[in-house]
């Protein structure tokens, strides 16, 4: 456990379900003012997206490979964002989840921190006996040769936000339109395939929960978005 002190910190566990991802970032930009002012404890911000392409600061456009036209056809957006990392996907049945803590609360810096999120995308694979595993190269988990899950993190005044993502039903085939991470021909897979059969999103959130808990020394309450906002003075 990376955690000062031997005391649970403290927290809310924010599930926003399935919304698109750009006000479910504006909610998360707000959590983060509030939260590096004292109005807010630790949060855990977790979503679903309808289908998306977010372009992380070392990302290129030229990473997305299909036209405009056929995203437009598609419904797929394509959206800039301020995390580490290339271009990736989102889409229904991909977890996102995003701690919102200070790396000093839990004596990390931020590449430890990142690599801690991997490990915790490990642990939570363990949980169905699937092993998991890191690549040097690339940030992320993968399984076997193909990558199941990603992080991209960023960090403001020592404060996370963005954070990890799973793959657990998710349609794949519009990986196949970029080039996930920035790698050419980068094959992925979820959890669904790997098990051969649907996974209960609401059994993943809580196994993830438990592991976020236990590996940052949390104690995460369930909280609604106008009770969040009430509590933090959140602008609307």
Same mark, same amino acid.
């Given at each position: ?49 309808p289908p998306t392409f977010t372009i992380g600061r070392a ?35 991909? =977890?996102?989840?995003?701690?919102? /803590?200070? !790396?000093? +609360? *839990?004596?990390?810096?931020?590449? %430890?921190?990142?690599?801690? @999120?991997e490990d915790v995308v490990i642990e939570l694979l363990d ?84 592991? =976020?808990?236990?590996?940052?020394? /949390?104690? !995460?309450? +369930? *909280?609604?978005?106008?009770?969040? %906002?009430?509590?933090?003075? @959140?602008?609307?």
């Amino acid at each position: 456990m990376a955690v000062k002190g031997n005391d649970p910190l403290s927290g809310y566990w924010l599930d926003l379900g399935l919304v698109p991802y750009a006000p479910a970032f504006q909610h998360q930009e707000q959590v983060l003012a509030a939260r590096m002012t004292g109005r807010l404890p630790s949060t855990v911000i977790l979503q679903e997206n309808p289908p998306t392409f977010t372009i992380g600061r070392a990302g290129s456009r030229a990473n997305v490979l299909a036209s405009p036209e056929l995203l437009d056809e598609r419904g797929v957006e394509v959206l800039d964002v301020n995390r580490g990392g290339d271009v990736t996907y989102h889409g229904p049945g991909q =977890l996102i989840a995003s701690p919102l /803590l200070y !790396l000093g +609360d *839990v004596d990390l810096n931020a590449n %430890q921190y990142m690599h801690r @999120l991997e490990d915790v995308v490990i642990e939570l694979l363990d949980t169905y006996c699937v092993q998991a595993h890191k690549v040097a190269e690339y940030p992320g988990v993968w399984w076997e040769e193909k990558k199941i899950g990603a992080v991209g993190i960023a960090v403001r005044r020592g404060y996370t936000f963005h954070g990890l993502s799973l793959n657990v039903n998710l349609d794949l085939g519009p990986f196949d339109w970029i080039n996930p991470c920035g790698v050419e021909r980068l094959p992925v897979t979820s959890l669904h395939l790997v098990l051969g059969r649907l996974v209960p999103m609401h059994e993943v959130k809580a196994g993830l929960r438990a592991i =976020l808990q236990s590996t940052f020394g /949390l104690l !995460l309450r +369930d *909280v609604a978005w106008d009770e969040l %906002q009430r509590l933090g003075q @959140l602008t609307f």
